[in-house]
């Protein structure tokens, strides 16, 4: 094997096509921050007069951002210099993702949390569930139970036929 422990080598791989795949999804990323479109922030900024995404309204207040986008695009801006220029002149109600910070990060946190909490007490529910059932006792066809002698015996006549 050339000194190389099989596992070993097969660890390396899977980690290196991780780090591979991570940064061809980090490269678009860090591209749609530099240079934004429309396109992007258009699904990212809400309008504040019907209260939808800029790309779902065609109100006049959605029509005059989108101009100013457009305008930001062209002088430069990074897409997070876009946004807070939005949120210095309309409140962070413009974005439509909740902040990150302080309250609104309960927004994040309660969706996230409730799924884990579920999942928890199913896997729980479903343990107590597979714990608590007892073997069931051989029954004839009328739902009464065999005798365990006689379990054995039929047992011990059958095996005589096979």
């Given amino acids: ?21 991570a940064l061809a999804f980090a490269a678009p990323a860090v591209a749609s921050e530099r240079h934004p479109t429309l396109n992007e922030l258009e699904g990212e900024v809400m309008c504040p007069i019907c209260h939808t995404t800029l ?4 109100s006049p ?3 005059r951002i989108k ?4 305008r930001r695009i062209r002088a430069g801006d990074t897409k997070s210099e876009i946004k ?4 210095a002149d ?3 109600g413009i974005l439509a993702e909740p902040a990150k910070h302080g309250f609104a990060l309960l927004a994040w946190l309660l969706p996230i949390g409730g799924i884990l909490v579920g999942a928890v007490g199913l896997g729980f529910a479903a343990w107590r569930w597979s714990r608590s059932r007892e073997p069931a ?4 066809a009328g ?4 005798d365990p002698e006689l379990d054995r015996r039929l047992d011990d006549e059958l095996r005589r036929f096979e």
Avoid: C, N, W
């Fill in 84 to 87: 807070r220029r939005l949120v």
């Fill in 61 to 63: 207040a959605a029509q």
């Fill in 90 to 92: 309309f409140g962070p």
């Fill in 55 to 58: 790309d779902q309204s065609d």
């Fill in 1 to 21: 094997m050339g000194g190389r422990h099989p596992a070993r080598a097969s660890l390396v791989s899977v980690v290196a096509a991780v780090l591979a795949l």
């Fill in 143 to 146: 739902g009464a139970v065999l």
């Fill in 137 to 140: 006792a051989p029954a004839l």
């Fill in 67 to 70: 101009a100013y986008i457009v």
